[in-house]
């Protein structure tokens, strides 16, 4: 009989090396938060409109009644929960809690404070194209009149608040809370109204540093329009559709050529260089054909 082969039966027996699991897609956690964020946007930003008119009632008009009150405080709960459930979703989606936790400080700030949500809107902003300059500062500009708005509207709200029944407050009502937050946020700061509470204090801190930030948006955005104008010389939009009318001719001086007036020069420099360069080619040949034709003639007699 022939023995079997040592280790056959055996061998077929155990069992291999687990096969490796297919990795997951590198970017699988981003793309889940990134549709949850398209979902959940302009809805979480309509709920904090809601949230800022909830919270504006009772202190624009302080005599509501109760059952008006009662239906704030609600709305104001059930927002912030809303907003409580979204921020714990997206770092439940991202692929690193902690990193995005640390890397989205307005988000938890919304979460404190749901009429923050606007200002989410920047990250819009941040995620455009660069090419398209003209439409990347137009929304630069309405991002910052929106929260020039948001930022008196919330600052005239939460003063009013902190001051009103204070000992020695001038600012007693709604309206003295939007001029004193006019007057803050544009730096101006006549002194007809000052807040006495440490938080209307805060809450004027922060409107200068936002009035400081909204001037430098306003500098940086006239800033760069006049060095684009510049840079388009004298015949303004025309030269940026496709290069169209762009010549060298019409960069006087003084000016700062655009780059198609630069690759334009340059493109004619070549050509007029390839043309010298052909006609000292044909002129050499002229010449060494003319030698030729000398040297061969019949009946040449040196002298």
Known sequence: MTPAPLGG?????????PEPRPAPHPDGGHARLRRWQAATEWPLTAVSLL???????????????????????????????????????????????????????????VVVLPVLRPLLLVSVVVRLNRANAVRLR??????????????????????????RGAPGASIVNLGDGF??????????????????????????VCLMLGGVALLGVVTA??????????????????????????????????????????????????????EIVAARRQEERDERRGRGQRGAAPGAVDP
Not at 73 to 94: E, G, K, M, N, Q
Request: charged share 20%.
């Open 221 to 274: 955005t006239l800033a760069s329009l006049l060095v684009e104008r510049v840079a388009r010389g004298p015949s303004g939009d025309a030269d940026d559709e496709g290069g169209a009318g762009v010549g060298v001719d019409d960069v006087p001086l003084g000016r700062v050529a655009s780059p198609e007036q630069v690759a334009l020069l340059t493109a004619e420099v070549q050509a007029l260089r390839a």
């Open 138 to 163: 137009g929304r630069v500009v309405r991002f910052a009149v929106a929260g020039t708005f948001l930022l008196v509207l919330v600052g005239a709200l939460l003063v009013t608040q902190a001051e």
């Open 9 to 17: 039966a055996e061998d077929a027996a155990t069992p291999g090396p």
């Open 179 to 204: 001029w004193w937050a006019m007057v803050t946020i544009t730096t101006v700061g006549y002194g007809d109204m000052v807040p006495v509470t440490p938080s209307g204090r805060v809450v004027a």
């Open 51 to 109: 949230f800022l008119v909830a919270y504006a009632i009772p202190i624009a008009r302080p005599d509501v009644s109760a059952d008006v009150r009662a239906v704030c405080t609600t709305v104001l709960a059930l927002t912030w929960l809303l907003f409580v459930v979204d921020y714990v979703v997206r770092a439940r989606l991202a692929p690193r809690t902690w990193t995005y936790v640390r890397r989205h400080p307005l988000e938890l700030a």
